[in-house]
């Protein structure tokens, strides 16, 4: 009996366990370990043509929040600055009021009914990629994710390719 329990409570914990997003825009390889800044500097309400109030979350790909920001970029742009190591990143973007914890959860949007727009994401204030966000009922998502992978660095490559000779030549 003890371990149909344990069972259920497992089967039920694993029924709530958060996933990676779904819909995304992979913008590939973006350099090596070190540090990065990610803007969404030049983001517009398509609907009316405004610039739009945005807000953006980083997590690793296990799914722990980095970090978020909602005005820390140009006018009501958002901005992350941060230094990263190898691995897969996710970034959640919305608009204004958003709500960001670990497990990939972004929530709050204020979109209007009928607001939709582009949000540009930019790495070390390079234009990366763009996807548009909105109210559901214009078709849109309230919420875009981008996804980026940092490579190990040069020496750490050197190091693994090193290894690699090594374990070559005592297999001779």
Same mark, same amino acid.
């Given at each position: 009996?003890?371990?149909?329990?344990?069972? *259920?409570?497992?089967?039920?914990?694993?029924?709530?366990?958060?996933?990676?997003?779904? !819909?995304?825009?992979? %913008?590939?390889?973006?350099?090596?370990?070190?540090?990065?800044?990610?803007?969404?500097?030049?983001?517009?309400?398509? @609907?009316?043509?405004?610039?739009?109030?945005?807000?953006?979350? $980083?997590?690793?790909? *296990?799914?722990?929040? %980095?970090?978020?920001?909602?005005?820390?970029?140009?006018? $009501?742009?958002? %901005?992350?600055n941060i230094d990263l190591t190898a691995g897969m990143y996710w970034l959640g973007g919305s608009e204004f009021? @958003?709500?960001? *914890?670990?497990?990939?959860?972004?929530?709050? @949007?204020?979109?209007?009914?009928?607001?939709?727009?582009?949000?540009?994401?930019?790495?070390?204030? !390079?234009?990366?990629? @763009?996807?548009?966000?909105?109210?559901?009922?214009?078709?849109?998502?309230? !919420?875009?994710?981008?996804? !980026?992978?940092?490579?190990?660095?040069?020496?750490?490559?050197?190091?693994?390719? $090193?290894?690699?000779?090594?374990?070559?030549?005592?297999?001779?």
């Open positions: 009996m003890k371990t149909i329990i344990t069972i *259920a409570a497992i089967t039920a914990m694993a029924g709530t366990a958060a996933a990676q997003p779904t !819909v995304f825009l992979d %913008l590939g390889v973006i350099g090596g370990e070190g540090n990065y800044t990610f803007d969404t500097n030049g983001s517009f309400m398509t @609907s009316s043509g405004f610039d739009m109030d945005t807000e953006l979350g $980083l997590w690793d790909n *296990a799914g722990m929040l %980095l970090g978020n920001d909602d005005d820390g970029g140009d006018g $009501l742009w958002s %901005l992350i009021n @958003s709500d960001f *914890a670990d497990g990939w959860a972004m929530t709050g @949007s204020q979109f209007e009914p009928g607001e939709f727009g582009e949000i540009n994401m930019n790495i070390n204030t !390079v234009f990366a990629g @763009s996807q548009t966000a909105g109210n559901l009922d214009t078709g849109y998502e309230p !919420v875009v994710w981008f996804k !980026v992978t940092v490579v190990p660095a040069p020496a750490s490559l050197a190091l693994l390719g $090193l290894g690699g000779l090594v374990a070559t030549r005592r297999r001779r």
